[in-house]
Nanobody
Framework: QLQASGGGLVQPGGSLRLSCTTSGFTLDAYAIGWFRQAPGKEREGVAAISSSDGSTRYADSVKGRFTISRHNAKNTVYLQMNSLKPEDTAVYYC???????????????WGQGTQVTVSS
């Protein structure tokens, strides 16, 4: 089972690090995407990392603030989120796929989400 964790309540300008892990398979064989969904809004891609060369992609809204990375020995993919803004508030999900893309239909295995709330 794929599991996202590390969410919580943080003040604007603060940081959080989300983790995506599983015990059922090795994540380094897959592209990993982070997505988020705020109330009343569609799910949107945030960041993705490829399985082949570790190349990364980011949504324009998070470029320069978020960093996606792998720790293969821990079978974990991280999403480091800095300079958080209230508009980053959402449930964050990780997913596995073949392509490191921001498009959700290219991902076929989704974990349960973790809530991130940015508020003073």
């Amino acid at each position: 089972q794929l599991q996202a964790s590390g969410g919580g309540l943080v003040q604007p300008g603060g940081s959080l690090r989300l983790s995506c892990t599983t015990s059922g398979f090795t994540l380094d064989a897959y592209a990993i995407g982070w997505f988020r969904q705020a109330p009343g809004k569609e799910r949107e891609g945030v960041a993705a990392i490829s399985s082949s060369d570790g190349s990364t992609r980011y949504a324009d809204s998070v470029k320069g603030r978020f960093t996606i990375s792998r720790h293969n020995a821990k079978n974990t993919v991280y999403l480091q989120m800095n300079s958080l803004k209230p508009e980053d508030t959402a449930v964050y999900y990780c997913a596995t796929g073949r392509l490191a893309t921001m498009i959700s239909r290219y991902y076929n295995y989704w974990g349960q989400g973790t809530q991130v709330t940015v508020s003073s």
